[in-house]
Every structure is written in C-alpha cells, then in structure tokens.
C-alpha cells in the first residue's frame, strides 16, 4: 500500500512564502496525477492544486491562484507546492493526494483515491 508522505509545513508571516513537498513511497509517481487539498478548522476540504500525471494538465482553486504553485520532478519522486505571499486565510492542514493512473483528471477531489496524513501551515497576520 503507497503512502503519501508531506513535509515542509510550519508557522510563517502574512506575506511570506513557503514550500511543502509530497513524496510517495513507491516509485510509480511518475504515472499519476497529484494534488494538494487543505482543510481549516470548521471548514470543508478545498482543492488547492492539481498537477496530472504528463504535467500538461495543471490547475488550481480560485484563492490559490497566481500565489501558489504546484510542480513535479519525476527523478526526484516528488511533487511541489510553492506557495507565495500567503495570506491568514491560507491557515490549514495540507494534504497530499493521488489521482488515477494516467488520468488527466485533477481538479476534484473525487478524482483521487489516496491521501497523505497532512502538513500543517499556519500564517500569521
């Protein structure tokens, strides 16, 4: 069974940036899609970002947008979240998730089936 293992998360300011990774623990990242959901206290679960399997597919959440980042590098078995001028709002547990082999699909959470257990970021304002 794969595991999703995140890391990087912290406490930072409003405005500063960050970066949290996500690797799998088998080597068969390169053949599907990834995304990051976070959730907040209180909250439902919002899609972050999404980075299909080729990297020809990407999307993000509409408060995401223009701010964070997603990548992957297949050689490293790894993939990115960058996130930049982060905001209070952005306070949250992230997770880690992996879609269907070879499916473009990224952009709901019904379109992954395995999830890390969370990286907690927490901005300051």
């Known amino acids: 069974q794969v595991r999703l293992v995140e890391s990087g998360g912290g406490l930072v300011q409003a405005g500063d940036s960050l970066r949290i990774s996500c690797a799998p623990t088998?080597?068969?990242?390169?053949?599907?899609?990834m995304g990051w959901f976070r959730q907040a206290p209180g909250k439902e679960r919002e899609f972050v970002a999404g980075?299909?399997?080729?990297?020809?597919?990407?999307r993000y959440g509409h408060s995401v947008e223009g701010r964070f980042t997603i990548s992957r590098d297949d050689a490293k078995n790894t993939v990115y979240l960058q996130m930049n001028n982060l905001k209070p709002e952005d306070t949250a547990v992230y997770y880690c998730a992996r879609g269907a082999k070879f499916s473009p699909d990224v952009s709901s959470d019904r379109d992954y089936d395995t999830w890390g257990q969370g990286t907690q970021v927490t901005v300051s304002s």
């Open positions: 088998d080597r068969t990242f390169r053949n599907y899609g």
């Open positions: 980075i299909s399997w080729s990297a020809s597919r990407i």
